[in-house]
């Protein structure tokens, strides 16, 4: 322990924070880094978050539920006995999954110790830290990390895991030391505590510093242990790195990894994963320390990855892209906290309909503020949004465009004009997904992975995330030549972007473009999207133009992998019947079976398939009679089925040096097997033309009953809201202000 404190004094956070606030460095004077663990507990739940959560536990609603309902599973817990293995399963294996159960045993333990004041919870906890005590100090390096892997864990096959022990187990031992003898607490600190947090900080020095989600989770760990165990140099050295130096740490993360609109640069999963370090950490600085003022650093960052978070969803479930498990949504741990919080620091009721959705409170100071409030019928409408999240650290590489809109159906287009998101990113530059109605439409794969399932490569991704996941096939963006994007190379990804062009949205029109020329060597890739409504008829359209612009001649391939069964097309097929085989031999192409294919003729074609959701949905595309039409299916070169039997079509044009794809896709209709009809199974599209005429870009979508839909748009990208526009179309002249206009033609 630390002996008396010294004089107060600015540290290098402080100015740190000072300075991305913009505030004088004079004007901001904070304590000095002393003896934190005057009291416990003292990370994120405070002495004053206990007094009030055990005055809530004596009265009806839904704080006492959730004490309830925590007290009854820990008690069932407490009947097995203690068991804290030798590592030896990857995840998803026994030992992996009893540690995990430990840590959260622990935590829960310790919360209940608190609020109850009963000996047996703290009691528990006690001994299964006095056995992870005598077990760590014997612990190897785990014996089913990866070969050459260079963050390794004892515990667990990786460090990052080994962190998210610490986070939990250190808020445990904070919520049980007043009952610890100081022999026991030694004996924990000593054998546990402190050999953990050496062995992840500068033992692990390379992880530790890493600016990514695994050194998060790292840094928040030996902070939040730095402040309980009374370690100033641990809080220093996990907030600006081990040398202190400011590249690496908690702030160079918050400052790097999270665009100025809260968008995470791995994507929606990973940011829902990077919350809860983040959060937890944040927490337990602004509790110890709130003159740092945490939550306002860098314009409130942490406050908007957490609103950014929920907005990167879609009928509870986040976007998929990059390396994403498809399942995982706004109901996870890592958002109940962060939503949670969100609430505690900014009282924003919309957030209570978040929490109402997640039905889940948090044993917490701000869990209890949540629960009060839900009870009391606070909650407003959350209010999602159309937006372009900027990418990058300064907002200027590229964004995840979402745009939305309430017609006939929630509706939700996701454009993905965005950074790589380093080794989590996909090679997918451009793509884009469609919702409709509560489902996915227009799919993205994800990743490829069974998590924590031992069985399919110890729970961690599979070698098909490489083969396929990963590669551009496997996405709904232009495939020059059968080869990915920047040719899989990871370091370049990582250089180069997209550059967003523009994004605008009103009532009737959202749209954005934007266009990258480092996905392929002497090959331009310029897409504009757009979601369009009528409010006269109630139709909507998902407009795509794909413009490819190259030096030499290519093969260009543009495929829309779609969710639901093909019913119809404009077109005859040829289809393989009796044998298939793979479409190619790498790149993502040897994993597709090429069921059927055609070469349309000139003019319009439509593609149309039924979702689940009891919807039809028609792919219209101009087409210029050299284009052909391949239907695929997913699963070749796949031994131990690890790929899901997914659909997809896709369109190639054959050695050509420029090339504009030009599609709409239109919902319609409806299925209704248990009541026996069939509505509108359709497509209204009759017709469909497109233009330029100078900066000026025109889709028309004619419809059976003879009326027109114009989109007309202005892609110079310094066109603003003031900019008059003007042009003629069937020898009728028009005229709009700003981006984009929707013009209703009728006969």
Known sequence: MFGNPVPQKRSALATCIALAAGVSAAALTVKPLSVFAAEHPNLVISAADIDAMQGAVEKPGRFRAAFLSTQSSVDLALQAPIAVPVPADAGGGYTHEQH???????YNAGVLYQITENPKYAERVRDMLLAYADLYPTLPLHPKRRPGAKNPGKLFWQSLNEAVWLVYTIQAYDLIRPSLTDAEAEKIERGALRPVVKFLSVESPETFNKVHNHGT????????????????EWVEQALLDLDKSGRGGFLRQLSTLFSPDGYYNEGPYYQRYALMPFVTFAKAIDNNEPERGIFEYRDSIVMKAIDTTIQLSYNGLFFPI????KSKGIDTSELVLGVATAYGESGNAQLLEIAAQQDRILLTGDGLKVAQDLDAGKQQPYQFKSMAFRDGKDGNEGALVVMRQQLDGDQALIFKPAAQGMGHGHFDKLSWQFYDRGAEIVTDYGAARFLNVESKNGGRYLPENETWAKQTVAHNTVVVDETSHFDNDLKSANRHHPKLQFFHADNQVKISAANIDSAYPGVTLTRTMALVNSPGDGSTFAIDLFDVKSEKPHQLDLPVHYNGQLVDTSFDLRGFTDSISALGKGNGYQHLWLKARSKPDSGLTQITWLNDNGRFYTQSSLVDGNTEILFTELGANDPHFNLR??????????KVREHTFVSVLEPHGEYNPAQEFTLEAESKVRELDHKKIGDIELVAIESNAGATQLLAFNRNPVASASTESSFEYRGINYAFSGRAKLFLITN
């Not at 990059?322 to 498990?325: K, R």
Request: overall charge positive.
């Open 100 to 106: 995990k159960k430990n840590y959260q045993l622990m």
């Open 217 to 232: 989770w790292l840094t928040a760990g030996v902070g939040m242990a730095g402040y309980v165990l009374d370690e100033p």
């Open 322 to 325: 990059n390396d994403a498990i």
């Open 645 to 654: 039997a997914e659909k997809s079509f896709i369109a190639r044009r054959n």
